[in-house]
């Protein structure tokens, strides 16, 4: 059973921090692109971060840019998500997503999904 388990969520500051982490399982880990996406209320889920595990690449939507930073430990089977200068419009539902074809930010390329985490940035 493939499981993609979003922990690290919570509250923050505006310019603070949060660590999101996706703890994999039930698959090969080192097959699959493991990327961040997040979804607004009413809106449809849009990339965040994604990384391409052959080579390390990475990709950061437009509105993270300098502020995100997606990194891999493959001992762990595991994602993180290193968010710095969280600004209120970052609250969202963040999840992690699986794919085997290709890393890029488009939701519909990724065939496995964690169940999200809330990242509230708030004062």
């Known amino acids: 059973q493939v499981q993609l388990v979003e922990s690290g969520g919570g509250l923050a500051q505006p310019g603070g921090s949060l660590r999101l982490s996706c703890a994999v399982s039930g698959l090969t880990f080192d097959d699959y692109h493991i990327s961040w996406f997040r979804q607004f209320p009413g809106k449809d889920r849009e990339g965040v971060s994604c990384m391409d595990r052959a080579d390390g690449t990475t990709y950061y939507g437009d509105s993270v840019k300098g502020r995100f930073t997606i990194s891999r430990d493959n001992a762990k089977k595991t994602v993180y998500l290193q968010m710095n200068s969280l600004k209120p419009e970052d609250t969202a539902v963040y999840y992690c997503?699986?794919?085997?074809?290709?890393?890029?930010?488009?939701?519909?390329?990724?065939?496995?999904w964690g169940q999200g985490t809330q990242v509230t940035v708030s004062s």
């Open positions: 997503a699986a794919s085997i074809t290709i890393a890029t930010l488009i939701p519909l390329d990724y065939n496995y």
